[in-house]
């Protein structure tokens, strides 16, 4: 989808629009937001980053769910320390999203059965091997798994809820730059509006 006429006026637009693009990448294979960049913190202290399916966004729970292996290291890192920055770029309409928040990991509730349960048989074969994503093998490829059993064990849906959004939008006649808070005290509910929105020099 090409850049809207005319940019977004105001604040509330922004929003809008870059809520929109994100669930617009759920649904578009070839959106930019088909996949992001999630990143976690490492074991060492240190950054981490991977590319990730965008499976499905909640504006107003302002969550984002992925999908993952629950054996590969992104799941223990967020287990550790689950403060996780989600990065896309959608080259179509010019437009980076950068979000920052919190993620939790579920391996047996109700979110990751469902999930499961709308996943694609080829999808599933994904988590059926018995060996451990990121652990050495002898050579490569290994071959393909052909049969699902043991793969919803491995299965895990990764939900993250942002606090903070940055919208940045390339256009001829000025880049436009915003960022989104939200106030997610202890007892806070989730709210749609955001606690603090502005404009940021590009
Ligand atoms: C286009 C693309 C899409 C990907 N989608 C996912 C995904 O949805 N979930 C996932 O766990 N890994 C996905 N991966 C693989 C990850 O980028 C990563 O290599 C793998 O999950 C291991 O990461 P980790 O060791 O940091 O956990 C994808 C990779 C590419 C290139």
């Not at 669930?23 to 980053?49: E, K, L, Q, Y």
């Amino acid at each position: 989808m090409p850049q809207p006429l005319s940019a977004p006026a105001t604040l509330d637009e922004v929003l809008a629009h870059g809520l929109a693009e994100l669930r617009r990448g759920v649904a578009d294979r070839r959106h930019g937001f088909r996949t992001v960049n999630v990143a976690s913190i490492a074991t060492d202290g240190g950054p981490d980053v991977r590319t990730m399916v965008l499976r499905a966004v909640d504006p107003v729970a302002r969550t984002l769910r992925l999908h993952s292996d629950v054996r590969s290291g992104k799941i223990a890192q967020i287990d550790r320390d689950p403060r996780v920055m989600v990065h896309g770029y959608d080259a179509r309409s010019r437009l980076q999203m950068r979000l920052r928040g919190h993620a939790v990991v579920d391996r047996a509730g109700a979110l990751a059965d469902a999930a499961w349960a709308a996943s694609q048989p080829m999808a599933r074969l994904c988590y059926a091997p018995d060996t451990v994503p990121g652990s050495p093998i002898p050579a490569a490829p290994l071959p393909p798994a052909t049969e699902e059993a043991g793969a919803r064990a491995h299965f895990a849906v990764i939900l993250f809820r942002f606090d903070m959004l940055e919208w940045l939008w390339l256009a001829a006649d000025g880049h436009r730059r915003a960022r989104f808070m939200w106030d997610d005290g202890a007892d806070a509910a989730a709210s749609a509006a955001p606690a603090q929105a502005m404009w940021l020099a590009p």
